[in-house]
């Protein structure tokens, strides 16, 4: 599912390198790199990193990376999750709650 980037939940970012949307199990915001396979380059991964942490902070007070890709561990992605937690429930401030769209 992560190669064909269904938008299934909301989405916050898109360019050449890589996207970010919520997890549709976790509602935390995943970065999910565009090319199959588990080995970015530096470049890549901190250009990921680097999104991924500037939309992490419009939807928590906190967060940490979590880079074990538990469910899918054939395909480079990573969840922001809130600090103090794993799932999104509960811990998200921006606007639009867990169901809303991104802008």
Not at 23 to 29: H, M, S, Y
Not at 52 to 75: E, Q, S, T
Not at 76 to 95: L, V
């Amino acid at each position: 599912m992560l190669c064909a980037a269904e938008r299934i939940t909301p989405w916050y970012h898109e360019d050449d390198v890589c996207w970010i949307a919520d997890c549709e199990i976790c509602a935390t915001p995943m970065v999910v790199w565009r090319w199959h396979g588990i080995d970015p380059s530096d470049g890549d991964r901190q250009h990921m990193l680097a999104r991924l942490a500037a939309v992490a902070a419009r939807v928590f007070d906190g967060h940490y990376v979590d880079g074990h890709m538990r469910n899918i561990p054939g395909h480079f992605h990573a969840h922001a999750r809130p600090d103090g937690g794993f799932f999104g429930h509960g811990f998200r401030r921006d606007s639009l709650g867990d169901a809303g769209a991104a802008s």
